[in-house]
Nanobody, 124 residues
Framework: QVQLVESGGGLVQAGGSLRLSCAAS????????MAWFRQAPGKERKFVSA????????YYTDSVKGRFTISRDNAKNTVYLQMNTLKPEDTAVYYC?????????????????WGQGTQVTVSS
C-alpha cells in the first residue's frame, strides 16, 4: 500500500516562495506518475503539476507555468514542488497523489493514493 506524506506548507507573503515535499513509501514507484493537486475553500480539487517517476517528464497547469517546478529524488522516494512568485490565488490545501501507469491525468479520480494535504496561505 502506498503512503504519501506532505510537508512544507505555511504562510508566506505574495511574491515569496515555498517548497512542498511528498515522501512516498510502500512500494517501488518506477511505473508511477506523481502529482500535486490543490483545493481552495469551497472549490473543487484541481490539478497543479505531475511528474513521471521513470523518466522525469513534467507537466503543469497553465496558471503555475514559469513559477512552480516539480522534481523528484529517487534515492529519497520524495517528490518536491518548488513554488516561487506566489500569489494570493495560490492559497489552498495542496495534496500529493500517486497513479500507477504510463500516463498522467489532470482529474483526481484517476489517482489511487493521496496524502493528507498541507496548507499553503499567501497573504497580499
Amino acid at each position: 500500500q502506498v503512503q504519501l506524506v506532505e510537508s512544507g506548507g505555511g504562510l508566506v507573503q505574495a511574491g515569496g516562495s515555498l517548497r512542498l515535499s511528498c515522501a512516498a513509501s510502500g512500494r517501488t514507484f518506477d511505473n508511477y506518475h506523481m502529482a500535486w493537486f490543490r483545493q481552495a475553500p469551497g472549490k473543487e480539487r484541481k490539478f497543479v503539476s505531475a511528474i513521471s517517476w521513470s523518466d522525469g517528464s513534467t507537466y503543469y497547469t497553465d496558471s503555475v507555468k514559469g513559477r512552480f517546478t516539480i522534481s523528484r529524488d529517487n534515492a529519497k522516494n520524495t517528490v518536491y514542488l518548488q513554488m516561487n512568485t506566489l500569489k494570493p490565488e495560490d492559497t489552498a490545501v495542496y495534496y500529493c497523489a500517486a497513479r500507477r501507469g504510463r500516463w498522467y491525468y489532470t482529474v483526481p479520480n484517476q489517482y489511487d493514493s493521496w496524502g493528507q494535504g498541507t496548507q499553503v496561505t499567501v497573504s497580499s
